[in-house]
């Protein structure tokens, strides 16, 4: 969904005493992994709550990753998430970076899987998260799961 309708969202939830939790990432090919870290950021939001991911676009992907990246474009990776009953919606972000994102939706939480700290955020992000006031919950991984891991397996067994 566009920005201004995940914000229109976010200002209902807060009048009705919801806690809004996001998270952001790439979430190409969706493994075990990325389905745990989601249900783990869910709870977080309580029965009357919404976890809502930003995912980085295409373009983004490519900036951060490489050439070859992502393996899915954009809409299928959203159309995926926005499937998980612990998602309740995805925002597609443009930039690099996700600070004019956090600003515009100010969350009561924020979560990033354990391999970051309040350190290694980026510092736009982590300035427009103490401006929201959000609590920065950092979840651990699913031992096993990567999705460079995955892709590097694919490439091993060659062609179908």
Do not use: Q, W
Request: hydrophobic residues 45%; glycine residues 10%.
């Amino acid at each position: 969904m566009p920005l201004a309708r995940a914000v229109s969202i976010r200002r209902g939830l807060a009048r009705a005493g919801g806690r809004f939790v996001l998270t952001n990432g790439v979430f190409d090919l969706l493994h075990p992994g990325h389905v745990s870290y989601l249900r783990a950021a869910r709870r977080l939001a309580g029965r009357k709550g919404m976890l809502f991911v930003a995912l980085n676009s295409d373009a983004s992907v490519r900036r951060l990753k490489g050439p070859r990246r992502p393996v899915l474009d954009e809409r299928s990776r959203a159309l995926t998430l926005a499937e998980l009953r612990s998602v309740d919606g995805v925002v597609i972000f443009r930039g690099k970076r996700l600070a004019r994102e956090i600003a515009a939706l100010a969350p009561d939480i924020y979560c990033k899987a354990g391999d970051y700290t309040l350190g290694t955020l980026d510092p736009a992000e982590r300035a427009a998260l103490e401006a929201a006031g959000s609590r920065v919950v950092f979840l651990p991984f699913l031992r096993g799961f990567s999705t460079t891991r995955l892709i590097r397996r694919m490439g091993a067994a060659g062609p179908a």
